[in-house]
């Protein structure tokens, strides 16, 4: 309510000076000053005249000549006004009026008076938020927290921010705090960062409470991505190879294409192939058959990009590079055969 009687004051006061010029009588420059010159110069007559110092006939020519010019300035002054001052006045009442109501329409129009007021306080220390380091803001978010405990939105925000600093000891308390004071309206995506941050602060490895982190989240919601994919690694890590992959491979059929996280599922899914087959004897006997046979004769280019191509699939990617600069030294005067070499490095990632 102050700030209203204050706005109140203040537009009435602008309206006063923007009305002013308006409503003041302008008296043309040299015409009021007349007037004063002629009476000053009479009243210096007649005290010359007391003094003897002036005849009483030139005193009495002068004091005619003076009042006349003093008659004739005092006339000058009196039109002075100009002709349209009344409607000058009206002008400037009107101005003094229609600019406040202007001021106030501009802000009804353009400003947000619902929003409520945000305290000073809470306006410097959003300035301050903004100026800090990553480290400061995390500091100032759970000294906060600690006088609040309970705002669940601030522990989250607590997470993120830990995550984002790799600090996952941290984060996962962040998000365990928060998962307790939200209790039964804790979300899928509380118990999936939840759980993600207890993997990552384990080195990678799905524990057995992350594990029940995201089967929460999977209770919740069966599409959850951050649970599923951290659900199929826990498989992976027991030796599930084929049941990890199947997950993965589900998982990236609900994956838009343009999503971020779509390379990291295919990677990880083309690691369980490699994986696969580094388990399977048969498969590596191939390989290693194969690589002995072109280490004897070199020249044989379909034979070269096969190995490089089981070499990537088994994920010995130095292998598979070492595999090109031979053959390409076998094939140093074949611009065809080198063309083919470097097609199929970029297609197997070797070579941008």
């Known amino acids: 309510m102050l700030l209203w009687i204050v706005l109140v004051v203040l537009a009435l006061v602008s309206a006063g000076l923007i009305a002013r010029p308006f409503l003041v009588r302008a008296v043309p420059l040299g015409v009021s000053g007349a007037s004063s010159i002629y009476r000053d110069q009479l009243a210096e007559l007649q005290r010359g005249a007391a003094a003897g110092e002036i005849g009483a006939a030139e ?68 300035a301050a938020m903004a100026q800090a380091s990553l480290d400061e803001i995390a500091e100032t978010l759970f000294q906060k927290l600690a006088m609040e405990p309970n705002k669940p939105d601030g522990w989250v925000l607590l ?28 979300k899928a995506e509380h118990y999936s960062a939840y759980g993600e941050a207890l993997t990552l602060a384990a080195g990678g490895r799905v524990t057995q409470d ?26 992976a890590q027991a030796g599930d190879t084929a049941g990890a992959k199947a997950d993965l491979e589900a998982l990236l059929a609900d994956t838009p294409a343009d999503a971020p996280q779509r390379p990291m599922i295919e990677q990880t ?51 598979a590079k070492a595999a090109l600069e031979e053959a390409r030294a076998a094939f140093q005067d074949d611009a065809a055969a080198l063309a083919q070499l470097a097609a199929k490095a970029k297609e197997l990632g070797l070579e941008a």
């Not at 984060?171 to 209790?183: E, R, S, T, V, Y």
């Open 59 to 126: 005193a009495e020519e002068g004091r005619r000549e003076i009042a006349r010019r003093l008659l004739s300035a005092d006339a000058a002054e009196r039109a002075a006004v100009p002709a349209g001052f009344r409607h000058e006045a009206w002008l400037g009442l009107g101005l003094g009026v229609l600019m406040p109501l202007a001021a106030l329409a501009l802000y009804a129009w353009l400003g947000r008076p619902d929003l409520p007021a945000q305290p000073l306080a809470s306006r410097d220390m959003n």
């Open 269 to 319: 899914i083309a690691g369980l192939e490699g994986a696969a087959i580094k388990d399977n004897p048969a498969i590596r006997g191939m390989v290693d058959g194969l690589a002995a046979k072109l280490a004897a004769d070199p020249h044989n280019l379909e034979g070269w990009l096969m190995l490089m191509t089981s070499y990537v699939r088994l994920g010995e990617t130095d292998k």
């Open 210 to 235: 992350a594990k029940a982190a995201f089967e929460k989240a999977l209770a919740l919601d069966p599409k959850d991505a951050p649970a599923r994919y951290y659900l199929a690694q826990a498989k």
């Open 159 to 186: 997470g993120r921010t830990y995550m984002r600093l790799e600090q996952f000891d941290q984060a996962a308390m962040a998000f365990g705090q928060a998962i307790a004071w939200l209790g039964p309206a804790a």
